[in-house]
Nanobody, 126 residues
């Protein structure tokens, strides 16, 4: 498994931007598809974005499409989530996750993911 550490969360006003980073340990980062999930208080964890192991394929939840961008740098063992035009309903704990993958695909099902970070809080004020 790979170890993941998120950073970049914080408090931002509605309409603002944040960039989340996910640092991965190990030398096999490029064998993992990556995903970002979030969980708001009282709600289930939801998928928001996924990227294939080589970054050729991305997929977004409808709630963030056009506002969030997922990317990765395999040379730096890093995945990022650029979040623009933030809304109060984006307030949640954000998690990055890794799914070992033999193909170049993305996954939206949380059960597919092997490793999870500890989460980083994002709060959007109105």
């Amino acid at each position: 498994q790979v170890q993941l550490v998120e950073s970049g969360g914080g408090l931002v006003q509605a309409g603002g931007s944040l960039r989340l980073s996910c640092a991965a340990s190990g030398r096999t980062f490029s064998t993992y598809a990556m995903g970002w999930f979030r969980q708001a208080p009282g709600k289930e964890r939801e998928f928001i974005a996924g990227i294939s192991r080589y970054g050729l394929r991305t997929y977004y939840a409808d709630s963030v499409k056009g506002r969030f961008t997922i990317s990765r740098d395999n040379a730096k063992n890093m995945a990022t989530l650029q979040m623009n035009t933030l809304k109060p309903e984006d307030t949640a704990v954000y998690y990055c996750a890794a799914a070992w993958d033999a193909w170049d695909f993305y996954y939206s099902d949380s059960r597919r993911y092997d490793s999870w970070g500890q989460g980083t809080q994002v709060t959007v004020s109105s």
